[in-house]
């Protein structure tokens, strides 16, 4: 990797990272539907603008709405909604380091769904690992008197989150594939944000707003929608184009340590040894499971070389 795929690379590390900030600051003065709603129909917008200078990426988009449809829902709506409405009770940095266990979530799912990878005892380790992390994020809080039923809540819909963002990414795998580039993420934001329409005008009719957010939480939100929704789309797929999906998939592992720094110097969040443990015995997790035994790493080179690039 060039000095300027690195740059980006951390660019968007550092764009994806924020974006635990910026939901933390909207859900202290907007529900969770309004953010998630703001940040789909921004998102979406700050995407389309593009179709105009670059058509080809839209092509044979009206073939793909089933798959756009569901992989909204699991890629898009489910996990913002429930990250929003976990960050109303836990941390931000909390947020961050249990949204990162979405690839040890895709490891477990993927051994049932047709056509995935065989769990091996590399995996395995690594999802325990992983998953043992978790329990030193939560468990302390839990544990203790002070650890309330909507912390423990928080931490389940934050985990909730991953968990769909694991079925979203299998889903657009199988129902995407071949789709010119930019397009799953144009189709899924777009999606998203005409899926959620109608839930959130009944809910706006049902419980009417009392007030108007602040300036700082409407900034969240607008940032959180182009920032770290439209811009991070962008780099996302302009690195896959330039390094391939293997390093690109590297922003996992710094994620949630730029989520952590943020909200420990912005939000003066507390950063205890149950934080940072918990988030290295994720990130060893990660990089276990994506290590593959030699046996399985002589097959999959004979499989790869047999296919053209």
Do not use: D
């Not at 988009?61 to 409405?85: E, K």
């Not at 968990?163 to 129902?175: D, K, T």
């Not at 999906?245 to 922003?251: A, H």
């Amino acid at each position: 990797m060039r000095p300027k795929e690195y740059l980006m690379l951390f660019a968007l590390a550092a764009v994806w990272g924020a974006s635990f900030l910026f939901i933390k600051v909207a859900v202290a003065e907007m529900s969770p539907l309004t953010l998630v709603g703001v940040r789909l129909l921004f998102g979406a917008l700050g995407l389309l603008v593009i179709v105009p200078f670059r058509p080809s990426i839209m092509h044979g988009w009206h073939t793909r709405l089933r798959g756009f449809f569901f992989v909204a829902l699991f890629n898009a709506v489910i996990p913002y909604l429930a990250i929003s409405w976990g960050e109303q009770y836990i941390s931000s940095g909390m947020a961050a380091i249990l949204n990162a266990t979405t690839p040890l979530v895709s490891v477990l799912v993927s051994q049932w769904w047709p056509g995935g990878e065989r769990l091996t005892w590399l995996r395995v380790m690594g999802v325990v690992i992983g998953f043992l992390g978790v329990g030193v994020l939560v468990g302390p809080a839990a544990l203790s008197t002070g650890g309330s039923t909507l912390y423990l809540l928080g931490a389940l819909a934050a985990l909730a989150g991953a968990i769909s963002y694991a079925f979203g990414a299998l889903l657009a795998h199988r129902m995407l594939v071949g789709a010119p580039e930019l397009q799953p993420a144009i189709g899924q934001t777009s999606m998203g944000a005409v899926l959620l329409a109608p839930i959130a005008g009944i809910a706006l009719v049902v419980q009417p707003a009392t007030h108007v957010p602040s300036f700082w939480a409407i900034a969240a939100a607008l940032t959180l929608a182009l920032g770290g929704t439209s811009l991070a789309y962008l780099i996302y797929y302009w690195l896959i184009s330039r390094v391939g999906p293997t390093r690109t998939l590297i922003v996992t592992y710094l994620l949630p340590c730029m989520a952590l720094v943020y909200g420990a110097f912005l939000l003066h969040e507390p950063l205890g040894l149950n934080a940072l443990g918990g988030l290295a015995l994720v990130l060893i997790g990660i990089f276990v499971t994506g290590k593959k035994a030699k046996q399985e790493v002589v097959t999959s080179v004979a499989t790869e070389t047999a296919v053209p690039e």
